[in-house]
T-cell receptor, first 118, second 111 residues
Framework: DTGVSQNPRHKITKRGQNVTFRCDPI?????LYWYRQTLGQGPEFLTY????????KSRLLSDRFSAERPKGSFSTLEIQRTEQGDSAMYLC????????????????FGSGTQLSVL | DAKTTQPNSMESNEEEPVHLPCNHS???????IHWYRQLPSQGPEYVIH???SNVNNRMASLAIAEDRKSSTLILHRATLRDAAVYYC????????????FGAGTRLAVHP
């Protein structure tokens, strides 16, 4: 088990370009989360999948953002027409569970993708 | 959302104990207290959790006040590798299907 894998680790792009990030969760985990983190702040929730179903999206997830999790395995997060304000660390996490997070449920995070929009 | 309050930063010397406080005065009876930490250039990692009783594991200890309105994460002998941001998070009765992070406490460990 190699943990949660995120690619790429770093992405530099020009404003207006589209970018896509990939997350490979721990294999038996059915939940997958995307978070965004800016400098000096804690991670902010973006979206959540239970298997292949996207069950919740934050208001932070504008219409330029789209996430998918085909077949309930890996997930992709795409940002269209990037803006400088999109510069952040994008974190993926996974866990196993149903419904509300159980008291003893642990989330496992990847190392993130650092996006810089020039 | 049930909120937690933590100091922005703390400092410690290597091999000394560290007590990281967290206030959660609005905690409900079924909320669990979770701690995660985030090392530089890494995603957060689970540290420990508890409900009412003090808890120990290989990474740390968690001391929970009798009224449960505060808790303390204890690192018994800080090492340079413990330098990280520590997050205190309430999990449970809100029915949330996600973790909600605050800004956490940035711990600096000096040699």
């Amino acid at each position: 088990d190699t943990g949660v894998s995120q690619n790429p680790r770093h992405k530099i792009t020009k404003r207006g370009q589209n970018v896509t990030f990939r997350c490979d969760p721990i294999s038996e985990h059915n939940r997958l989360y995307w978070y965004r983190q800016t400098l000096g702040q804690g991670p902010e929730f973006l979206t959540y999948f239970q298997n292949e179903a996207q069950l919740e999206k934050s208001r932070l997830l504008s219409d330029r953002f789209s996430a998918e999790r085909p077949k309930g395995s890996f997930s992709t997060l795409e940002i269209q027409r990037t803006e400088q304000g999109d510069s952040a660390m994008y974190l993926c996490a996974s866990s196993y569970g149903q419904g509300a997070i159980r008291p003893n449920e642990k989330l496992f995070f990847g190392s993130g993708t650092q996006l810089s929009v020039l | 959302d049930a909120k937690t309050t933590q100091p922005n930063s703390m400092e410690s010397n290597e091999e000394e104990p560290v007590h990281l406080p967290c206030n959660h005065s609005t905690i409900s009876g079924t909320d669990y207290i979770h701690w995660y930490r985030q090392l530089p250039s890494q995603g957060p990692e689970y540290v420990i959790h508890g409900l009412t009783s003090n808890v120990n594991n290989r990474m740390a200890s968690l001391a929970i006040a009798e009224d449960r309105k505060s808790s303390t994460l204890i690192l018994h002998r800080a090492t340079l590798r413990d330098a990280a941001v520590y997050y205190c998070i309430l999990v449970g009765s809100g029915g949330y299907n996600k973790l909600i992070f605050g800004a956490g406490t940035r711990l600096a460990v000096h040699p």
